[in-house]
């Protein structure tokens, strides 16, 4: 069994935050390089960004260096930062709080799309062996005074090379940091270790937070008698859906060759989401915040659009195809169909959207009282595109058939993205389809909205998640839909003429959480007029 030299816990640290700064900042030092000019001043402010680095790794480190924690803490970097690196490296992505909170809400499904050999690889290379390594190294300590003492020494001697570094390029520094603040979210391991205790902190802060009531005053005094038809109204969010690839907004490719045959349909061709993940818009959409005011702890303790319409009397269902509704269903009828058995729609533990649309004649046949359905799909998830439609629907090819999206042809990755929308065009023409059906006994309509868009190596960026004030446009700008049925249209008052005029006017998920509740005539003091879609065409907007 081979043997390795003792050091000294100075050199340990010193060693492993030069590996951390190498190891595992590819995609930072990429970037560094891309944006600092080659010359001598780029060249020395390259070695100012570096060394500054080092010596806030180095200081870090020096405060754990102690003989129960130093090795397990840096074997836990060391295994963590491998698989950080891999995404970083595969998709571009980068590492905040956001980005975090996602993947904690994640199901399997979606995580199994994200293994492969490739990540296993870098565990093992990057993470493993030098924790092996780590762990045969024997660490001399000195008596603890004398370790203390050490410490502090090298610690200042740490914090002095920082301090005189930032002096010495104070100005090339400060701007650098000033017009890049991606670059706080690049360096592995700062990144998550911030991004996990910003997470700890908002679930701590939240934990005990009693739930706040919203809408108590919601009533609905303008609703349809209870002899006239009911209405059901079918909210689907998407998923990853971006309005660059829709056929309906403009698209080179026709991407949704039923959706543009379905009769009063409404395209709106300039909205943007709350932001750039599912853990963030989804609950934001159906929140009384705006996407600059939305906080997600806050979010979180507080009720949001489906409680305000069951409060008003309307029942309210949401069917889920995904990783979970993230929290804006608990108080709701709840139902997962993403692993029914179903044999023509599911298999691999996951379900085509359209196990979504199962049952819904039934619930239209035997319709109760006004409702809300809420389909939420697994729509355009990636990176394993081509999971995501039946073979029927493999409109453009050939497709990438990996999850490895950076070592795929980039037409490839496109294909099978605008696959997926042929086939939520699909789904969305058969739910109006029959929506459509049952219009002489039930009023109907839909509104489809996508949760998120998606980048496919724009900015050699994949999929999505980038920090919002980062993000490409391609992350943001999303499709949305609206049909109504004749019955519908009367009985709501809602003009589909003028809401085709107005198609092109800016939009939010901002305006959900108002335009539903002024839509189905809902009303509440937490209703604002100003963000409801709908008011400028209806004939007449009740005071609310």
Known sequence: MFKLKPLRAEWVTL???LYLLIGFNAVLWQHVFSIVPGDAPGLVLRLAFAVLVFCAFNLVLTLVAFRPVFKPVLAGLFLVSAGVAY?????G????????????????TEVRDLLSFTLAGYILLLGVVPSILLYKTPILYRTFPRELLSKLVVGTASATVLGAVALLNYQGLSSLFRNHHELHLMVVPSNYVGAAVAYVSEQLGSAHVPL????????RPLAVTPQARKSLTVLVVGESARAQNFGLL???RDTTPQLSKEAGLVAFSDVHSCGTETAVSVPCMFSTFTRKQYDASKARNQEGLLDVLQRAGIAVHW???QSGCKGTCDRVAFEDVSNLKDPALCADSECHDEILLKGLEAMLDNLQQDTVLVLHQMGSHGPEYFKRYPKAYERFTPVCRSNALDKCDRQSIINGY???????????????????SRQDKVDTAMLYLSDHGESLGEYNLFLHGTPYMLAPEQQKHIPMLAWFSDGYRKDYAVDTDCLQRSRNQPLSQDNLFHSMLG???VHTSVYDPQLDMFASCRPVVATH
């Not at 995404?87 to 998709?91: E, G, I, L």
């Open 15 to 17: 060693i492993a935050s």
């Open 87 to 91: 995404f970083m490296n595969r998709y």
């Open 93 to 108: 992505v980068l590492i905040d709080v956001g980005m975090l909170r996602n993947t904690m809400e994640t199901n399997a």
């Open 212 to 219: 706040r009531r919203i809408g108590e005053d919601a009533v």
């Open 250 to 252: 403009g698209y080179d």
């Open 319 to 321: 069917r889920d195809n």
């Open 418 to 436: 605008d696959n997926t929308l042929v086939y939520t065009d699909h789904v969305l023409a058969t739910l109006i389809d029959v929506l459509r």
């Open 519 to 521: 839509l189905l005539r």
